[in-house]
C-alpha cells in the first residue's frame, strides 16, 4: 500500500519508505512529508557511491504509472 500525505502526493509505507527509479534516476518524498526512515538514509548514500543520482521531491501516483522499478525500505521489513 501507498500512503498519501494531505497534499495527495505519494508518502510512504504503511511503516516503510518508498524509492522508484526512471531512467537510472532514484526518487523519493522529501523529508518533511514522510518518517525519515535509518535504511532509506542507507539506501541514498549507497546510491551516492555508486553515482546514481537520488531526486528527493514530490510525485504523484499517476507519476509512478512511468517508472521502471520501485521498492520500499525498511529495517523491519527486511
Known amino acids: ?4 500525505d494531505a497534499g495527495g502526493f505519494v ?3 504503511p511503516g ?3 524509492f522508484f527509479e ?4 532514484l526518487y523519493t518524498p522529501p523529508v518533511g512529508h ?6 532509506r538514509q542507507t539506501v ?3 546510491a ?3 553515482d546514481i543520482k537520488v531526486v528527493e521531491k514530490l510525485f504523484t501516483v499517476k507519476e509512478l504509472d512511468e517508472a521502471d522499478g520501485a521498492f520500499f ?3 523491519a521489513t527486511e
Open 1 to 4: 500500500a501507498l500512503m498519501l
Open 11 to 13: 508518502a510512504q509505507g
Open 34 to 39: 514522510i518518517l525519515p526512515g535509518i535504511t
Open 44 to 46: 541514498i548514500q549507497l
Open 16 to 18: 516503510d519508505n518508498f
Open 73 to 75: 525500505t525498511g529495517t
Open 22 to 25: 526512471k531512467d537510472g534516476v
Open 48 to 50: 551516492a557511491a555508486m
